[in-house]
């Protein structure tokens, strides 16, 4: 079975361009994620779709990020246009909530992002 | 506002010793905790998820304990080996919003052969 995908795994630009993260979950994942780490700093969760509906966006750093899901697939996190402090990783996770068992997180390799 | 705190950052260890890393978080009111382990360069992998009603749980030669009480959580690594060189990361879900979690800064853990 696939894992979590995410693409590209390296993205340089420079300050002001724009940038898309992919992140393909496991099939059939109602829930997906979007983490960040910003280094040295922890992991900061930014948003939750549930299907192609945004659940909870309230880790959104500002204005600038816009994520989508089309179709309850594949999610897209869109930088623009980007600053110095959105560089670091951007980690993409999802699951199937299971009764008693609980939700067990499956991440991807994430997408290192630096904005020079 | 939860705040997850572990300790120690790193320890090196020589292979076979038990260990264990801790996890403490400032708001009892948690709906899970859960042990996450990453590579370098790799993605992060649940190694144990307790719900807040359990005190711990087993898998192989990891067992993870909570308590919630006093805000705490341990990872017993038994009999570790090279293999288990990688950085360990709590992370918890607060019983009002369970789906966001809240992480401390990792435990990075070198076991020398």
């Known amino acids: 079975e696939a894992g979590v995908t995410q693409f590209p795994s390296h993205s340089v630009i420079e300050k002001g361009q724009t940038v898309t993260l992919r992140c393909d979950p496991i099939s059939g994942h109602d829930n997906l994620y979007w983490y960040r780490r910003v280094m040295g700093k922890e992991i900061k969760f930014l948003l939750h779709f549930v299907k192609e509906s945004k659940q909870d966006e309230s880790g959104m750093p500002n204005n600038r990020f816009l994520a989508e899901r089309t179709g309850g697939t594949y999610s897209t996190l869109k930088v623009q246009p980007a600053e110095l402090e959105d560089s670091g990783v951007y980690f993409c996770a999802s699951s199937q909530a299971l009764p008693r068992v609980g939700e067990k997180l499956f991440f991807g390799s994430g997408t290192q992002l630096s904005v020079l | ?113």
């Open chain 2, 1 to 113: 506002k939860q705040e997850v705190t572990q300790i120690p950052a790193a320890l090196s260890v020589p292979e076979g010793e038990n260990l264990v890393l801790n996890c403490s978080f400032t708001d009892s009111a948690i709906y899970n905790l859960q042990w996450f382990r990453q590579d370098p360069g790799k993605g992060l992998t649940s190694l144990l998820l307790i719900q807040s009603s359990q005190r711990e749980q087993t898998s192989g030669r990891l067992n993870a304990s909570l308590d919630k009480s006093s805000g705490r959580s341990t990872l017993y690594i038994a009999a570790s080996q090279p293999g288990d060189s990688a950085t360990y990361l709590c992370a918890v879900g607060n019983a009002g919003n369970n789906r966001k979690l809240i992480w401390g800064l990792g435990t990075s853990l070198a076991v020398n052969p």
